[in-house]
T-cell receptor, first 117, second 110 residues
Framework: NAGVTQTPKFQVLKTGQSMTLQCAQD?????MSWYRQDPGMGLRLIHY???????DQGEVPNGYNVSRSTTEDFPLRLLSAAPSQTSVYFC????????????????FGPGTRLTVL | GQQLNQSPQSMFIQEGEDVSMNCTSS?????WLWYKQDPGEGPVLLIA???AGELTSNGRLTAQFGITRKDSFLNISASIPSDVGIYFC??????????WGAGTKLIIKP
């Protein structure tokens, strides 16, 4: 299993540009999520999905869109990049969000380091 | 909203020293998870705790789920250079949402 994969690893954008961060998992996980990590802020949830066709907002959703057309893929779209979106973005997945125990353990991708000029 | 306080923010330690960090919550959690993030990588799960009072070890790492279900600690014994990184705690609430601590950065003194 490749686990959770993310592309690209690094990206530089100009203010106003749009782009899509890709995330895929091959573990048949129901739950997928996107976080951003800023220095001293820990991990903040942007959007999440509990299954194909179902998405919901997290703590910091503004400026981002997601879709979940398949179980495997969960892309994150930046509609009009702003310097405040400079961050490291992590995709994570787990078996389920509706059950306790090990189903809730999240596996992370390697991250995408985004700079918006 | 729920808050999870993780302390300390950072630690400077000598190789061979024991390390202790903890997380406290304003509300009850059903699960506590401890992750480690190496520089340039995503967080990796170290230890998962599912019951109040549970004490679990993973090599030199030991973590406990507090009796009140509002806190957890992680201890690392006899630290080595590869222990450097950021350690995160995360708690799962009754809605199974994961709440994250801000992280503890571990630095080995030269």
């Amino acid at each position: 299993n490749a686990g959770v994969t993310q592309t690209p690893k690094f990206q530089v954008l100009k203010t106003g540009q749009s782009m899509t961060l890709q995330c895929a998992q091959d573990m048949n996980h129901e739950y997928m999520s996107w976080y951003r990590q800023d220095p001293g802020m820990g991990l903040r949830l942007i959007h999440y999905s509990v299954g194909a066709g179902i998405t919901d907002q997290g703590e910091v959703p503004n400026g981002y869109n997601v879709s979940r057309s398949t179980t495997e893929d969960f892309p994150l779209r930046l509609l009009s990049a702003a310097p405040s979106q400079t961050s490291v973005y992590f995709c994570a997945s787990s078996y389920s969000r509706s059950r306790s125990g090990s189903y809730n353990e999240q596996f992370f991708g390697p991250g995408t380091r985004l700079t918006v000029l | 909203g729920q808050q999870l306080n993780q302390s300390p923010q950072s630690m400077f330690i000598q190789e061979g020293e024991d390390v202790s960090m903890n997380c406290t919550s304003s509300s009850i959690f059903n699960t506590w998870l401890w992750y480690k993030q190496d520089p340039g990588e995503g967080p990796v799960l170290l230890i998962a705790l599912y019951k109040a009072g549970e004490l679990t070890s993973n090599g030199r790492l030991t973590a406990q789920f507090g009796i009140t279900r509002k806190d957890s600690f992680l201890n690392i014994s006899a630290s080595i250079p590869s222990d450097v990184g950021i350690y995160f705690c995360a708690g799962s609430d009754s809605n199974y949402q994961l709440i994250w601590g801000a992280g503890t950065k571990l630095i080995i003194k030269p």
